[in-house]
């Protein structure tokens, strides 16, 4: 995540560790599977390298370590969402933008799986495909398959990096987040109707029609459940 950080600011311009806007992190992680559990053993003699490896590897340090190494002065804050994280740490740097507490923002999230060589067990009806493929949308659709990933997007008002000769990739029109309660079938399953009001108000937000939109992203877990 540090080093995606880094490389997202250099691709916007700014160098690392030079920058002078007031620039924030909004960051997210799938729980670290890297250090061992003897890590964080508490004793006498283990209790510095304990707090070392705790603060090196769990994700509650993820988005203020990178403000911190990087000399980074505006908000810093982990987003933990499940696996809506990301897009809710983007939604969060927008709103932070908007609200004038930082003048640039670094927003993505990080899933990395140790030791990388692992496999699974296939229960049926839960999450994991049982031949490894993955096929969302599709009617041979059995479930999803564990990777990794990362993804970071560096983001400032629109007159700002215009005026300042910012290269821009996209305009982030709108964004809205909610949440449907228990107004839903089950824990892992939103509703449509909660998924329906938040598009609708995205939309709005964003001030584009139906006819707008040229694609659109979905989560594609490749279950008749998820799908």
Known sequence: FLQAVWHVLESAGYPPRAVTHKTAVFGSSRMSTYPSRQSFQVTEISQVRGMQALIGNDKDYLASRAAYKLGLRGPALTVQTACSSSLVAVHLACES????????????????????????????????????????????????????????????????????????????????INNDGNAKVGFTAPSAAGQFEVIREAMALAEVGVDDIGMIEAHGTATALGD
């Open 97 to 176: 933008l908007r609200a004038g507490e930082c003048d640039m923002a670094v927003a993505g999230g990080v899933g990395v799986s140790f030791p990388q060589l692992a496999g699974y067990l296939h229960q049926p009806g839960m999450i994991f495909s049982p031949d490894g493929q993955c096929r969302p949308f599709d009617v041979s659709a059995q479930g999803t398959f564990p990777g990794n990933g990362l993804g970071l997007v560096a983001l400032r008002r629109l007159e700002d990096a215009l005026r300042d000769g910012d290269p821009v990739r996209a305009v982030l029109r709108g964004s809205a």
